[in-house]
């Protein structure tokens, strides 16, 4: 099993004074860029430092909010692509729905693969419902557009012999010509997230890595399942490598300090939900009949926990987490046998996408949580 | 109802009444809450009412997806019907997709009913022509709609709700950038042959009610009627109100397949 680092980069100083809004309305006022500096340099020094714990890196990106002060994904990335050395690189990922110029993210992560000399994983991601609106993408046409820009980029990244034309639905070029060409061959290795049966069986079909977020004991056996199908559909092999899941981690010398880490970074997970409501279900971007449902019965977010019930994702316990199987806290003992349950019970993951870093989680502690996972929990998941 | 191949594009089509031919384009939401202003439309006209494409929860075909496309698909529908001096009533998103149709060609049209017209933008680039629903909480959106009591979802039936659903989704697929509107339409609204009705709401949140003046001083034959105690749905708020109006304006001084 391979691990990476991810951090939301969050600006959570702001947290308190924006209360239940987080994302999208919030006046950039309240962002202080002084502070917002420190934290950038602090976050970028303990992705570094996973060069050195043999950890690989994770980036993703949001817009217009506090929890997450990544608003340019390859940006961190390039900055990494030259301050590391010898792990990989995760951009989970660039929302190409939502990129209006295709060719240009072409461009940027075949830039980002030659100065990490071929260390860049490739990421395409549908983007969370309440990023239509900063991005002003049309919702309801959404995932065509996200399939032509996949196939744009791709062919960008492998053409070779000059110019070729493109005149698609949503995207035109008449000379598409991408300098540098990437230093993988063919390309940087494809990733996408998935957050259902139907979209784990459509990537599936074409053989790419799935990253599964958050999705707990109850809902990645079915996607899991779902993707091997699409696999199989597709002529590809679902191998364990063909799999990611991304839970929060908190390890420490006692249970009380790897829970505590824990409790903390959790604080992404509560804050993810605190989005004002109308910005959860653009028109079309959901199926209708859930979109119906959430319109007549506006409830927070629940998870479900592993032996039935659930519980509220915005004032979830370590316990419930843990649980559900979405974090997972203790001394390194405890959290190696979390992992190592959770692997078993999915069938096999090839890649724990951790979130290391989260909330009020401070410098030193991140720097502890990752320096004994890498020493103490790494080691024994290379074995799974 | 009837459903029709036209151009490819199946249609379903709803005709009722007796009286001189109307041309009826629904709005964007709550066709169930319209249905009472449509069955009383088809007392004074012989009503054409089509659902558009994709609201009547087919897929469109692929290349099916601008106002553009709604437009001649309804002119076609006229030349198909053989409707002559056709009073052409659209409600919002249908009188977008109503003045598209009547700067293309106003040979079949007698009159031109305008409910709160989306589709033309004035003011500068910082200025929103239409208010951005999708901001706003679900309570505030309604109330930009409605001068009184809002729509309760809570009493819609399950597939009443999932037309909501799927009539937002529609609206996005053709109408979601530009905002609503067509940059090029207000350029040609003096092709616009036919009389204008222009109805307006007093308290359409909207549509801003000087929207409907601004489009009236573009059109050769228009004159705008605001209608107090009504927001962007008149024609659910204020039925007899709205119903008066057209009856008394030259949507209903047509002539059945008088040619002109």
């Known amino acids: ?384 | 109802m009837e459903t029709i191949d036209l151009a490819g594009v199946q249609l379903d089509l709803d005709v009722q009444g007796s009286g001189p031919p109307m041309l009826y384009l629904h709005p964007e939401h709550y066709a169930h809450l319209h249905a009472p202003f449509v069955d009383r439309l088809a007392e004074r006209w012989t009503l054409y009412a089509p659902r558009h494409p994709g609201f009547d929860g087919r897929t469109p075909p692929s290349d099916f997806r601008r106002v553009d496309d709604l437009a001649y698909l309804y002119l076609d529908l006229l030349d198909h019907l053989g409707l002559e001096s056709v009073a052409l009533l659209g409600a919002s998103f249908g009188g977008w997709i109503a003045l598209e149709m009547a700067v293309r060609s106003s040979a079949r049209l007698k009159a031109l009913g305008l409910i709160a017209p989306l589709g033309v933008k004035f003011g500068g680039r910082s200025a929103r022509g239409f208010t951005d629903l999708s901001a706003l909480p679900e309570a505030d959106a309604a109330h930009c709609l409605f001068a009184g009591p809002t729509p309760d979802h809570a009493i819609f039936s399950d597939a009443e709700m999932i037309a909501v659903a799927r009539d937002r989704q529609y609206l996005a697929y053709y109408a979601w950038k530009p905002y609503l509107h067509n940059p090029a339409l207000a350029r040609w609204l003096h092709r616009v042959a036919a009389p204008v009705h222009l109805l307006w709401g007093a308290q359409d949140g909207y549509a801003d009610p000087a929207l409907g003046g601004a489009l009236a001083e573009r059109m050769p034959a228009a004159r705008l009627e605001i209608l107090p105690g009504a927001g962007h749905y008149p024609q659910i708020e204020r039925p007899d109100d709205t119903l008066a109006a057209l009856a008394a304006g030259p949507c209903a001084t047509v002539a059945p397949n008088s040619g002109d």
């Open chain 1, 1 to 384: 099993m391979q691990v990476w680092h991810f951090s939301e980069m969050a600006y959570h100083p702001a947290w308190e004074e924006l209360g239940n809004s987080l994302r999208n309305v919030v006046p950039s006022r309240v962002y202080d860029p002084v502070v917002g500096a420190d934290l950038y340099h602090r976050y970028l020094d303990e992705w570094a430092l996973c060069d050195e714990l043999g950890i690989n890196i994770m980036v993703n990106e949001h817009h217009t909010t506090a929890t997450c002060a990544t608003s340019v994904c390859t940006i961190p990335m390039a900055i990494l692509a030259r301050e590391t050395k010898k792990v990989r690189l995760l951009c989970l990922g660039m929302p190409i729905a939502n990129r209006m110029d295709a060719v240009r993210v072409a461009e940027e992560y075949a830039m980002l693969d030659v100065i990490s000399r071929g260390r860049v994983e490739m990421g395409f991601v549908k983007g969370a419902p309440f990023e239509v609106s900063p991005a002003n993408s049309n919702p309801a046409t959404l995932m065509e557009r996200f399939w032509e820009a996949h196939d744009l980029i791709l062919k960008a990244l492998t053409t070779h012999d000059g110019p070729f034309n493109w005149e698609g639905e949503h995207f035109q070029y008449r000379q598409v010509n991408v300098w540098p060409r990437p230093y993988q061959t063919p390309h940087p290795p494809v990733w996408m997230t998935v957050a259902s049966p139907g979209s784990a069986e459509a990537v599936g079909k074409k053989g790419y890595v799935i990253a599964s977020l958050n999705t707990g004991y109850a809902r990645t056996p079915t996607i899991f399942d779902a993707y091997r199908k699409g696999a199989e559909a597709g002529g590809h092999k679902p191998t364990k490598d063909r799999f990611g899941y991304l839970a929060l981690v908190g390890v420490g010398e006692t249970e009380e300090e790897g829970r505590r880490r824990a409790h903390q970074i959790l604080d992404y997970s509560r804050t993810t939900p605190r989005a004002a409501a109308q910005f959860w279900f653009p028109p079309g971007y959901t199926a209708n009949e859930v979109t119906a449902q959430r319109l007549q019965n506006p409830g927070p977010l629940k998870i479900p926990l592993r032996d039935g019930g659930e519980f509220t994702m915005q004032t979830g316990s370590v316990d419930e987490f843990v649980n559900a199987g979405i974090a997972f806290a203790g001394t390194p003992d405890t959290v190696f046998e979390q992992i190592k349950d959770f692997n078993d019970h999915v069938g096999g993951i090839g890649h724990l996408l951790m979130m290391g870093q989260g909330g009020h989680l401070s410098h030193d502690d991140t720097v502890a949580n990752l320096t004994l996972f890498s020493r103490e929990v790494l080691p024994r998941l290379r074995e799974l």
